[in-house]
């Protein structure tokens, strides 16, 4: 059953908006993963990334997409929980530390052949600017090192659909996709590659945005 209402809601919901209301412009579509396991970051400005990210995957392959989310968002009420669970299909995560490993659902849903969407930021950040990455992408690539991570920038999402905004504003969103990165044994050097490869794609992003940056700790 929560398959047919996941197809319904992508099928009658999400690519209306995405693709008809809003408009999306994609670069770079065929570097994306054609099945898993594959893990998406992308920077985070609102809660249409999540949408524009899961439109960007063939139907046959909604069920097999899992936004990573923060648990004591997503699950702050039963209803949202439901919602988030077997709509949006997210895997939650920890954010208040604790568990043994609050990666672990990532890593199992990774060697089950899962895609993953993670937004390294960790939480929306201003529009147009990266903020500081979190380290969490690169713990979860080393137990998966095999694992492909795809950077993808997004624009516009933040105009659309701002923090507050209950309607999407009918804007394009624009969305770069670039080439895959690979797992590496060092943390500094990983992270610093993955904030070079989305800034780089931010220059390469089209649209009538302002210029992205990078907001330093």
């Not at 069920?63 to 077997?86: G, I, Q, S, T």
Request: net charge positive; hydrophobic share 45%.
């Amino acid at each position: 059953m929560t398959r047919i209402l996941r197809t319904l809601f992508a099928l009658c919901i999400v690519w209306p908006v995405i693709w008809l209301w809003l408009g999306l412009r994609v670069k770079h579509r065929e570097r994306l993963p054609k099945s898993g396991p594959a893990i998406v970051v992308a920077n985070h400005n609102s809660h249409m990334d999540v949408f524009a990210l899961l439109s960007l995957f063939p139907l046959c392959r909604q069920a097999e997409v899992h936004p990573v989310a923060a648990a004591d968002y997503f699950l702050r009420n039963k209803y949202m929980a439901w919602f988030a669970l077997n709509i949006l299909n997210i895997i939650p995560v920890s954010r208040k530390g604790g568990d043994a490993n609050p990666l672990a659902l990532c890593e199992q849903a990774l060697r089950e052949g899962k895609t993953l969407i993670l937004f390294p930021e960790g939480t929306r950040g201003e529009p147009g600017i990266l903020s500081p990455l979190k380290s969490g992408v690169w713990y979860l690539s080393q137990h998966v090192p095999e694992v492909p991570i795809i950077p993808v920038w997004l624009r516009g999402t933040e105009q659309v659909m701002a923090k507050g905004n209950r309607i999407p504003l009918p804007l394009f969103i624009d969305v770069t996709v670039g080439h895959a990165l690979s797992s590496h044994s060092d943390k500094k050097f990983f992270m610093d590659d993955l904030k070079r490869q989305l800034l780089a794609l931010s220059q390469q992003t089209t649209g009538n945005h302002p210029h992205d940056e990078y907001k330093d700790a």
